[in-house]
DNA sequence: AGTAAATCCTGCTTGC
DNA sequence: TGCAAGCAGGATTTAC
């Protein structure tokens, strides 16, 4: 559930609370939050290796591509270039600042016990990872160059496509992937290797928005289809950030404690059988359609995003 | 090689 | 009332 606007709203959220502190101790609640833990020592298990690095180390500031957020840690000085605490909150994970005495959450899987941040004696002194159905994962990696990005990303995560949100996203990009890709245009945007960030909400929403038909296909795609569609994912995405991340799911919390994805700002996703606010705008009524899509849903409505009949399929 | 389906997981909702 | 099936979905794994 959470996609690039929650994520980059937890991003925020750490580097308020987080960034500049160092872990006294690592508690893992459920191991299988680690499951994509590789050790850098082979001699320990991923529980004992993650808990070995983290204890001790400075958090800095965290960074973000798509869905992806990750901490690097605060170089010593005797050289070489640390790793990062990645932290991939799957659909239903959860990144919360809590003062130590606090009850357990139900679903607490790892806990980091932090020093003092000096800018506000008063900040919880624990980060909580909480994940209901630990889609979500917590592994550390060493950061590598990769040759599109500004700076350097968690190895396990080179292959994440630039966000629509980084600066400099080529346009041009994002049309020669979807032409070169024989595939529905909504499959290719939930792929984070051609675009990163987007989930099946926003695409719903996006799609809508750009007037495109989700199963379109990629293939017969023209430049100017792909720079509005391009546009509207943006303008969704932003318009998602400035509303502060947004869940109608209360398992999405943000940081600091608050819910998540704006339910009432959603156009098209879950409003199966509801008008679509476009057509009733123009004084027509359209009721929005749902699929079954991708062991999934597709949300789209019939006049706005009618499927191409020219042979574009 | 490139695309698509299957899989992981839990809790809520729906149907008989 | 109770149990079972259905649904939600990000990203990796497996299959074609």
């Known amino acids: 559930m959470p996609e690039l606007p929650e994520v980059e709203v937890v991003r925020r959220g750490v580097q308020t609370w987080a960034a500049g502190r160092t872990v006294e101790t690592v508690t893992v609640h459920d191991s299988r939050s ?48 640390p790793p ?18 606090a009850p357990a959450e139900k679903h607490l899987k790892v806990t980091f016990d932090l020093g003092p941040l000096y800018k506000d004696a008063g900040a919880p002194g624990q980060m909580r990872f909480v994940d209901q ?101 943006q303008q969704v995405m932003r318009a998602a950030l400035e509303a502060g991340g947004t869940s109608f799911d209360s398992l999405y919390v943000n940081v600091n404690g608050a819910s998540g994805y704006f339910a009432r700002s959603l156009e098209c996703y879950g409003r199966a059988g509801q008008p679509c606010r476009r057509c009733a705008a123009a004084g027509l009524t359209t009721a929005v359609r749902r699929e079954a899509f991708a062991n999934r849903s597709s949300y789209w409505c019939p006049r706005c995003q009618p499927r191409p009949r020219n042979g574009r399929w």
Request: contains cysteine; proline residues 5%.
């Open 133 to 233: 159905r630990i889609f979500g994962h917590l592994l550390i990696s060493p950061l590598v160059d990769a040759d599109h990005a500004s700076g350097s990303v968690p190895a396990v995560a080179v292959h994440i496509a630039q966000d629509p949100l980084e600066s400099g996203y080529e346009a041009e990009t994002l049309f020669r992937r979807l032409r070169s890709r024989r595939s529905g245009l909504k499959r290719a945007l939930l792929d984070q290797t051609v675009i990163s960030g987007i989930g099946n909400i926003y695409a719903d929403e996006a799609l809508w928005l750009a007037k495109l038909h989700y199963a379109r296909r990629t293939e017969t795609i023209t430049r100017a289809e792909a720079m509005r569609l391009l546009s509207a994912v």
């Open 84 to 101: 990062a605490l990645l932290i991939h909150l799957g659909m239903s994970g959860q990144v919360l600042m809590e003062e130590q005495r």
């Open 34 to 81: 680690l499951r994509r833990h590789i050790p850098a020592d082979p001699t320990r298990t991923p529980v004992e290796d993650f808990t070995g690095q983290l204890t001790g180390a400075t958090l800095g500031t965290p960074a973000r591509r798509g869905k992806y957020l990750w901490i690097p840690f605060v170089p010593a000085c005797s050289g070489g270039t």
